[in-house]
């Protein structure tokens, strides 16, 4: 089957470093995308990693590694607006998105 | 601007009855995609559309229907045949393959009363 997997719930305090995980076992791997949702809001973009290594993109980064299926968002400078949900999601091979439940990651001052 | 909209943003219905959410782009995208997003759960895929005139059945179709009868419309009918139909739906569109990013609508939060 497929599924991909994520931490439920993490708190780290503003200011901080935090590293989410993901890991992943699908039947075709078209790349993996990271997504931000705030409580009540649509999912926005984060990241997208199709070859192995570290993506950064300002105070957000995204590393992958396709033998382990595995990857993970990492946050530096974190702010109280980072408090969110962070889904991954991984592209399969028939034009559909397979998503994790998201992890909600809580900011605390 | 270009973007996704969806409306409305809440919308209450009594069980039974049958409601069809809206879902507009003018990104020129030709894949469209909707959602099941429930608490503490991964989105879901219901239906999703490659091209106009055609739509496939995703992992959760059962008691909802689509059309795709122009490129920018992709409306969500969920019927009285859904059996748990309260959610929030997300409509998400992309240029065309799943390695592109989808991008989202605001969502239509649904509850059957």
């Known amino acids: 089957g497929q599924n991909i997997d994520q931490p439920t719930e993490m708190t780290a305090t503003e200011g901080a470093i935090v590293q989410i995980n993901c890991t992943y076992q699908?039947?075709?791997?078209?790349?993996l995308f990271w997504y931000q949702q705030h409580a009540g809001e649509a999912p926005t973009f984060l990241s997208y990693n199709v070859l192995d290594g570290l993506e950064e993109k300002g105070r957000f980064s995204s590393f992958l590694s396709r033998s382990k299926g595995y990857s993970y968002l990492l946050l530096k400078e974190l702010q109280m607006k980072d408090s969110a949900s962070y889904l991954c999601?991984?592209?399969?091979?028939?034009?559909?998105?397979?998503w994790g439940a998201g992890t909600k990651l809580i900011i605390k001052p | 601007d270009g973007g996704i909209t969806q409306s409305p943003k809440y919308l209450f219905r009594k069980e039974g009855q049958n409601v069809t959410l809206s879902c507009e782009q003018n990104l020129n995208h030709d894949a469209m995609y909707w959602y099941r997003q429930d608490p503490g759960q991964g989105l879901r895929l219901i239906y999703y559309?490659?091209?106009?005139?055609?739509?496939q059945k995703g992992d959760i179709a059962e008691g909802y229907s689509v059309s795709r009868e122009k490129k920018e419309s992709f409306p969500l009918t969920v019927t009285s045949a859904q059996k748990n139909p309260t959610a929030f739906y997300l409509c998400?569109?992309?240029?065309?393959?799943?390695?592109?990013?989808?991008?989202f609508g605001p969502g239509t939060r649904l509850t059957v009363l």
């Open positions: 559309s490659q091209i106009v005139n055609d739509f």
């Open positions: 999601a991984v592209g399969g091979s028939n034009y559909q998105l397979i």
């Open positions: 998400a569109s992309a240029t065309e393959t799943s390695t592109d990013t989808q991008y």
């Open positions: 699908t039947s075709g791997f078209n790349g």
